[in-house]
Nanobody, 112 residues
Framework: QVQLVQSGGGLVQPGGSLTLSCAASGFKIRYYTIHWYRQSPGKERELVASMNNAGRSTDYADSMKGRFSIFRDNEKNTVYLQMNSMKPDDTAIYYC?????WGQGTQVTVSS
């Protein structure tokens, strides 16, 4: 069964850090371009970060550059999103995506 299972969300204080995980099963992530998206209430889903299938190229939305990092572990068949210096505006549901597969979404709340 092809699926992506996310973990690692939760509540974090402003300025804090959080790492999201996205574990793939039924396919090898090394052959796919991976994306992280997020969606806040009342807003459209936005692209947060991407990593190409070679793992050599990454791209970030402007507001995440320097704060977020996408990386993967091919042995664990898992993609990660490391988020640092978090802001209340980062509060959203985060989704990982590879091809036609989507994770179930993970709530991230940045609040004191």
């Amino acid at each position: 069964q092809v699926q992506l299972v996310q973990s690692g969300g939760g509540l974090v204080q402003p300025g804090g850090s959080l790492t999201l995980s996205c574990a793939a099963s039924g396919f090898k992530i090394r052959y796919y371009t991976i994306h992280w998206y997020r969606q806040s209430p009342g807003k459209e889903r936005e692209l947060v970060a991407s990593m190409n299938n070679a793992g050599r190229s990454t791209d970030y939305a402007d507001s995440m550059k320097g704060r977020f990092s996408i990386f993967r572990d091919n042995e664990k068949n898992t993609v990660y999103l490391q988020m640092n210096s978090m802001k209340p505006d980062d509060t959203a549901i985060y989704y990982c995506n590879a091809g036609n597969s989507w994770g179930q979404g993970t709530q991230v709340t940045v609040s004191s």
